[in-house]
């Protein structure tokens, strides 16, 4: 089995692999400006996706330019997911018919931002070759028998096992061991001889999800308490849904605004893909949705109250609103809910109490927390995974040490190494 790796590799943004040069796992986009793509774009058979979230299914619209037409396989979660933020993503540029297509990665400077990497017209393309799956059902892509399984990680987010005939590949994607409220923890472990294993945080120890939780519901009562306002930024898909869950299960009154309002909804339609439908249902009836029309937003920053909005780095959304018209209260506060990329505003509020928001840099008198509601595996969970694989050839990627841990594993006795973006590995079955 040939690997290529076109992103994602020693780095956190653009995954995309190409097995056999047949089969492209992934095609996603590392955000910024510029947007940073995977280093080719290869003219796959078939698509399959892990889950939806950007750095995983950011240019997959591309894939359908010219006369290309790959059919697309996913949950249908991750299909609903990958759609919506691929309107967004265009709305962002403000581009809806234009776009870079035909294989070029070269980014014009426009108006202060970037051309979008695909299309209105590609996007609508995506929903006439998608097909969907569920966990566990095998099905046939570019000559491979595929097989997903859940991964713990957000509602759809699949491991992805590829058997090519001769070798069996497992790719983890994105995956968390332990349970969330939103979703249930990765489980399956199939046989395989070759391990595409994620690294985020394999130098890192989660601390137990309850306490964090009680840190989090203590601090917010107190702050509303003595009369403050609490923002909560989250990432629209999964962590607005999990924060909603906590606010629920511990009778925190919350506003929920940004795109993790559609995302909430759309989950509705899929319970089988999360763990609890009934507490989802709960939490979206105890959270009261913002229209953002004739100026609500301000008013509700000037309430006692607990308001749940993305962008979870602070750069962009809702939070542009929110964040201005409280920061200089010290009695309010700012609690970040997800990892802040080196360069965000949600990092320099962190490192420096202040941040450019909204093209203004501002210093933040209000208090500033942050809690590690990640969904991804810790040190612990990596290793309780990989120690299935024993056996099998570990190639570890989406990490900012994946060349650190893949070392970690040889020393313990992995046949493990850490391959760099564009570089092919081809491993077989012993």
């Known amino acids: 089995m040939e690997l290529r790796f076109l ?38 058979e078939a698509v399959v996706v892990s889950h939806g979230h950007l750095d995983h299914v950011g240019a997959i619209p591309s894939l359908l330019s010219g006369d290309r037409r790959p059919p697309i396989h996913w949950t249908p979660p991750t299909r609903e997911l990958a759609l919506t933020l691929a309107r967004d993503t265009l709305k962002l540029h403000g581009v809806a018919g234009s776009g870079v297509t035909g294989g070029s990665r070269r980014q014009r400077r426009r108006g202060g931002t970037y051309d979008c990497p695909f299309t209105e017209e590609e996007v609508r393309r995506v929903t006439q070759v998608s097909e969907t799956h569920g966990y566990r059902e095998t099905f046939e ?13 957000i509602p759809g987010s699949a491991h992805v096992l590829v058997d090519d005939g001769d070798t069996r590949l497992f790719y983890t994607a994105d995956f968390h061991t332990e349970d969330q409220r939103l979703v249930s923890a990765s489980t399956a472990r199939p046989d395989a001889d070759v391990v595409i294993c994620e690294s985020t945080y394999s130098d890192v120890d989660h601390e137990p999800r309850e306490r964090i939780e009680e840190r989090f519901v203590d ?45 909430t909804k759309m989950l509705r339609r899929h319970p089988q893909f999360v ?18 029309r004739d100026g609500q937003r301000k008013r509700i920053a000037e309430q006692n109250t607990v308001i749940v909005t993305t962008s979870g780095m602070l750069s962009g959304g809702p939070a542009m609103t929110y964040i201005p018209a409280i920061r200089s209260h010290p009695t309010n506060k700012i609690t970040l809910t997800g990892y802040q990329v080196e360069g965000t505003p949600g990092r320099d509020l962190l490192e420096t109490g202040s941040a450019e928001l909204d093209g203004r840099v501002m210093p933040v008198s209000a208090q500033v927390e942050w ?25 570890v990627n989406h990490g900012d040490r994946c060349g650190a841990f893949a070392d970690e594993l040889v020393t313990d006795g992995y046949d493990a190494s850490a391959p760099a973006v564009g570089e092919t590995v081809t491993v077989d079955a012993e």
């Not at 056999?20 to 400006?33: K, S, W």
């Open 7 to 44: 992103g994602g590799a020693r780095e956190v943004g653009r995954s995309a692999i190409l097995v056999n040069d047949r089969l492209l796992l992934d095609y996603g986009m590392l955000t910024g400006n510029p947007p940073q793509f995977p280093v080719a774009t290869p003219d796959p």
């Open 141 to 153: 892509a570019a000559g491979h028998e595929v097989t997903f399984y859940n991964a713990g990680h």
């Open 219 to 263: 601090s917010v009562r107190t702050t509303v308490w003595e009369g403050g306002t609490v923002v909560v930024p989250a990432f629209a898909i999964g962590r607005t849904q999990e924060m909603l869950l906590v606010c629920a299960a511990n009778d925190v009154d919350c506003y929920v605004d940004g795109m993790g309002k559609r995302v």
């Open 275 to 292: 763990r609890d439908d009934e507490a989802l249902r709960r939490a979206k009836s105890n959270a009261r949705f913002v229209t953002g």
């Open 371 to 395: 809690y590690d509601f990640s969904a991804h595996a810790d040190r612990a969970g990596l290793r309780s995974l990989l120690d299935s694989y024993r056996d099998a050839t570990i190639l």
